[in-house]
């Protein structure tokens, strides 16, 4: 007969708040509601281990959209190109499941947050977002640019990795320093995760030339990791969000289905989303101008008083 004892049994605690929630989550986009879980006590002896809260299903659908995308990736842009296979029908189709998926991961950390404010969390809650994160928003969309620099026509390979790599790393150093770095309230600093590889996408599904390509996918990778703040998305922040979400997912379909011109559509809203990605650093920057003058103001007609 095994005797258990109860205190080494783990059990519920307050969760404390997230820290480095990339909701981005919605992440940017998105990846965006803070990881404020509230987690009830309980007598109950199950082990921690075992207690997946619904915000931690939700975490869970996240990180298995992201390997999805790997997947349709691999088997249906990489491997065709590799065996000389290729069907431009079938490739078209599969780069923009991996691209619906990984916008599907993006809901899925948007309402992971804000199920994990309304309800509880487990104590994992956290650790298991960021590793959800990397999954679809590090390696999901740098393994997108590293295949696109071996299937397009005029990409280097190696210089696509070297980006892919960038891109992911990245991703890596964000989700690392916001775990561990407190975050001004109502926003993140550095471009969410999610809103960052959905701008690495679409820069990809543009396509420009190699170079301006491969330059601009550093960028965004640089912003990810920069200190330019970005609102995190609430209320009616969130729901424009979701509805640009869909709104893509729409344009994807439409190109993968070669409707009448669902190529033009695509690639207005690629050009929409690289825009946007460079505009909000843009305001960001002239707010904090303006704020640290008027700062300055303040402390003149203080000292003059």
Same mark, same amino acid.
């Given at each position: 007969?095994?005797?258990?004892?109860?205190?080494?049994?783990?059990?519920?605690?307050?969760?404390?708040?997230?820290?480095?929630?990339?909701?981005?989550?919605?992440?940017?986009?998105?990846?965006?509601?803070?990881?404020?879980?509230?987690?009830?006590?309980?007598?109950?002896?199950?082990?921690?281990?075992?207690?997946?809260?619904?915000?931690?299903?939700?975490?869970?659908?996240?990180?298995?959209?992201?390997?999805?995308?790997?997947?349709?990736?691999?088997?249906?842009?990489?491997?065709?190109?590799?065996?000389?296979?290729?069907?431009?029908?079938?490739?078209?189709?599969?780069?923009?499941? !991996?691209?619906?998926?990984?916008?599907?991961? =993006? $809901?899925?950390?948007?309402?992971?947050? @804000?199920? %994990?404010?309304? /309800? &509880?969390?487990?104590?994992?809650?956290?650790?298991?977002?960021?590793?959800?994160?990397?999954?679809?928003?590090?390696?999901?969309?740098?393994?997108?640019?590293?295949?696109?620099?071996?299937? !397009?026509?005029?990409?280097?390979?190696?210089? =696509? $990795?070297?980006?892919?790599?960038?891109? @992911?790393? %990245?991703?890596? /150093? &964000?989700?690392?320093?916001?775990?561990?770095?407190?975050?001004?309230?109502?926003?993140?600093?550095?471009?969410?995760?999610?809103?960052?590889?959905?701008?690495?996408?679409?820069?990809?599904?543009?396509?420009?030339?190699?170079?301006?390509?491969? $330059?601009?996918?550093?960028?965004?990778?640089?912003?990810?990791?920069?200190?330019?703040?970005?609102?995190?998305?609430?209320?009616?922040?969130?729901?424009?969000?979701?509805?640009?979400?869909?709104?893509?997912?729409?344009?994807?379909?439409?190109?993968?289905?070669?409707?009448?011109?669902?190529?033009?559509?695509?690639?207005?809203?690629?050009?929409?989303?690289?825009?946007?990605?460079?505009?909000?650093?843009?305001?960001?920057?002239?707010?904090?101008?303006?704020?640290?003058?008027?700062?300055?103001?303040?402390?003149?007609?203080?000292?003059?008083?």
């Amino acid at each position: 007969m095994t005797v258990i004892d109860p205190d080494a049994q783990a059990a519920w605690a307050p969760a404390e708040r997230r820290a480095g929630k990339d909701a981005d989550s919605a992440d940017g986009y998105a990846e965006y509601a803070d990881y404020d879980e509230y987690a009830d006590d309980s007598d109950d002896d199950m082990p921690l281990s075992t207690r997946l809260s619904i915000a931690d299903t939700l975490t869970l659908g996240n990180a298995t959209c992201g390997f999805m995308a790997v997947y349709f990736t691999t088997t249906g842009v990489l491997i065709p190109h590799l065996t000389g296979s290729e069907d431009g029908g079938m490739a078209r189709h599969s780069a923009a499941t !991996a691209v619906v998926l990984m916008l599907m991961a =993006s $809901v899925f950390d948007l309402f992971d947050g @804000l199920v %994990a404010r309304k /309800l &509880r969390s487990s104590a994992m809650g956290a650790e298991l977002d960021n590793l959800s994160d990397l999954i679809s928003f590090g390696l999901a969309p740098a393994y997108f640019v590293a295949v696109w620099g071996m299937v !397009a026509n005029d990409a280097n390979q190696r210089v =696509s $990795v070297v980006a892919a790599i960038v891109v @992911l790393l %990245a991703v890596v /150093l &964000r989700l690392a320093r916001f775990s561990c770095v407190p975050m001004r309230n109502g926003v993140f600093q550095g471009m969410p995760g999610p809103f960052g590889a959905l701008t690495v996408i679409s820069i990809v599904l543009l396509e420009l030339p190699f170079l301006p390509t491969a $330059v601009a996918i550093v960028g965004v990778a640089w912003l990810m990791v920069s200190r330019v703040e970005y609102p995190k998305p609430r209320g009616r922040l969130a729901v424009a969000m979701l509805c640009w979400i869909v709104l893509s997912m729409g344009l994807l379909c439409a190109w993968a289905f070669d409707a009448p011109g669902g190529e033009l559509l695509l690639q207005t809203g690629c050009a929409l989303q690289v825009v946007l990605g460079a505009v909000i650093p843009l305001f960001a920057t002239a707010r904090r101008v303006h704020a640290f003058r008027d700062n300055r103001r303040e402390a003149r007609a203080a000292a003059q008083g």
